[in-house]
Nanobody, 123 residues
Framework: QVQLVESGGGLVQAGGSLRLSCAAS????????MGWFRQVPGKERDLVAA????????YFADSAKGRFTISRDTAKNTVSLQMNSLKPEDTAVYYC????????????????WGQGTQVTVSS
């Protein structure tokens, strides 16, 4: 079972930036797509951004458009989420996810998940 390990979370002031990274434990793991979700207590986990592994097609939630960028490094099997102009409402636990079978880039159906990393944006 492949493990996904997130890094890069932390505390930042509103307007600041953070970069989240996610690496698969198995270097031979080849995803079809990877995504970033976030969750706040009492709410469902929401898809923030996703990217297909071949072709690099991307999806962004409306809340992320224009502020977040997702990228992947196919050689290192990593995916990153660059978050700029952060707002207090971006505060959440961010999860990396991966799937190995094709699905539309906007799919919320992912079988592999990381443990999550906390992002806190202070006002």
């Amino acid at each position: 079972q492949v493990q996904l390990v997130e890094s890069g979370g932390g505390l930042v002031q509103a307007g600041g930036s953070l970069r989240l990274s996610c690496a698969a434990s198995d270097r031979t793991f080849t995803p079809a797509s990877m995504g970033w979700f976030r969750q706040v207590p009492g709410k469902e986990r929401d898809l923030v951004a996703a990217i297909t592994w071949s072709g690099g097609r991307t999806y962004f939630a409306d809340s992320a458009k224009g502020r977040f960028t997702i990228s992947r490094d196919t050689a290192k099997n990593t995916v990153s989420l660059q978050m700029n102009s952060l707002k207090p409402e971006d505060t959440a636990v961010y999860y990396c996810a991966a799937r190995t079978r094709w699905a539309p880039v906007s799919t919320r159906d992912y079988p592999y998940w990381g443990q999550g990393t906390q992002v806190t944006v202070s006002s």
